[in-house]
């Protein structure tokens, strides 16, 4: 990009990725659905380069209701067809289908644990090192009940939602995310 700003190396230059650097990438987020959002699309992405998924998430908002845990923990069989027939989404019929188990599966998590946020950011911050968190996290997410959640992906959730801030020390955003984050 030419507007001399320092950003993490794998943007790159399309206008896209570019923009998620800037405005979300590790923007800490708080929200259950816009975790729930995130969880998913990273599940998504398993296999896939980000974006490929980047491209595609105003689909997955649209035939996933923005993402809201209480709705979509509803959809049934005739509901995954629609999605797994639709353009606009990678049409993997596991990762869909996962999407769905996964919201029953947070919205059954036991109260104790708190909100969802709650439960992410406890679980992404149980060791100084983001990849030994990432494989707490896949660990307790799977007893849990939750699907496509392997380490990777719960590395990638960990840098996308704010739980650690993984740009490079010399982009722009490091020291604006750090102060977001309260570091």
């Known amino acids: 990009m ?8 794998w943007c790159g230059d399309d206008e896209l990725y570019v923009s998620y650097h ?43 209701e923005n993402f ?5 923990a509803r959809f049934d069989d005739a509901r995954v067809d629609v999605i ?6 990678i049409r993997h019929r ?8 996964n919201a029953r599966a947070i919205i059954n998590l ?12 406890e679980l992404g911050t149980v ?12 660990a307790q997410l799977r007893r849990d009940g939750l699907k496509f959640v392997g380490p ?9 939602c704010g739980i650690v801030n993984d740009h490079a020390p010399d982009c722009f955003r490091f020291d604006e995310v750090d102060a977001l984050r309260g570091a």
């Not at 030419?2 to 190396?9: A, E, F, K, P």
């Not at 800490?28 to 969880?39: G, I, K, M, Q, T």
């Not at 809201?68 to 979509?72: E, F, G, R, Y």
């Not at 596991?94 to 188990?101: L, M, P």
């Open 110 to 121: 036991p109260r104790e644990r708190g909100t969802f946020a709650e439960y992410l950011w």
């Open 22 to 64: 800037d405005l979300e990438w590790g923007v800490p987020v708080h929200d259950d659905d816009a975790l729930f959002e995130l969880l998913s699309l990273e599940g998504a992405q398993a296999g896939l380069s980000w974006i490929t998924v980047l491209r595609r998430r105003e689909g997955y908002r649209r035939v996933f």
């Open 84 to 89: 797994v027939g639709d353009a606009g989404v």
């Open 127 to 138: 060791d100084v090192d983001a990849t030994v968190s990432a494989i707490t996290m896949s």
């Open 152 to 160: 990777t992906i719960c590395h990638s959730l960990i840098q996308a």
């Open 94 to 101: 596991q990762k869909i289908v996962s999407v769905i188990s």
């Open 2 to 9: 030419s507007d001399g700003l320092r950003r993490c190396t």
């Open 68 to 72: 809201n845990l209480d709705k979509v």
